[in-house]
């Protein structure tokens, strides 16, 4: 069982948003704003598209945003594309002895 | 650009050793404020972090997989490498290995560069 909790799956239309949660505890999320957001795509290596909560890395669609509060983190996907169809892992630090956390991977399908 | 690439056996008996190798290119593995990470993605579940070996040599390991695991380096090579004991078939998963970069907003660490995984089963 993976210490932060992520929806199994999300799916939604083209140009539509969804957004997808990210929950843990006063020892991750809550404590810290060290929140990153990955994309895997199948067979490919994940690659980081939020970190610092918010903040995205050069050259990753501004369609990508993230947010936090309290306890739970989201990553928020505006103007669905088709090519967004891909597994989205949350990740933290955490005060517990594991470090860095990440969540257990939700599912998105653009329809 | 940094890039990373594992390589080592695809398959490992039970109860023996499984070792990787990541090659660096691009970056060296002794300077700068990185962290080298190991990270496994059993078949169809999510991503498990391993350990890191910090620039300057230390490293920190998963709890959950302390007593089994060992990451060390070759700087001449500008490699970092993964050594897990007594393998099982619940350590069959395709193993990353990752630069965790260092934040100037945060100060904090992040998965920046990844390789491309190497799929290793643990069967007799």
């Known amino acids: 069982q993976s210490a932060l909790t992520q929806p199994a799956s999300v799916s939604g239309s083209p140009g539509q948003s969804i957004t997808i949660s990210c929950t843990g505890t006063s020892s991750d999320i809550g404590g810290y704003n060290y929140v990153s957001w990955y994309q895997q795509s199948p067979g490919k290596a994940p690659k980081l598209i939020i970190y610092d909560v918010t903040k995205r890395p050069s050259g990753v669609s501004n369609r990508f945003s993230g947010s936090k509060s309290g306890n739970t983190a989201s990553l928020t996907i505006s103007g669905l594309q088709a090519e967004d169809e891909a597994y989205y892992y949350c990740n933290s630090y955490t005060t517990t002895s594991t470090f860095w956390v990440f969540g257990g991977g939700t599912e998105l399908t653009v329809l | 650009q940094v890039q990373l690439q594992a390589s080592g056996p695809g398959l490992v008996k039970p109860s023996q050793t499984l070792s990787l190798t990541c090659t660096v290119s691009?970056?060296?593995?002794?300077?700068?404020?990185?962290?080298w990470s190991w990270i496994r993605q059993p078949p169809g579940k999510g991503l498990e972090w391993i350990g890191y070996m910090y620039y300057t040599g230390s490293t920190y390991y998963n709890p959950s997989l302390k007593s089994r695991v060992t990451i060390s380096r070759d700087t001449s090579k500008n490699q970092f490498s993964l050594k897990v004991n007594s393998v099982t078939a619940a350590d069959t998963a395709v193993y990353y290995c990752a630069r965790a970069g260092w934040s100037k907003d945060s100060s904090w660490y992040y998965f920046d560069y990844w390789g491309q995984g190497t799929l290793v089963t643990v069967s007799s």
């Open positions: 691009g970056g060296s593995i002794s300077s700068g404020d990185n962290y």
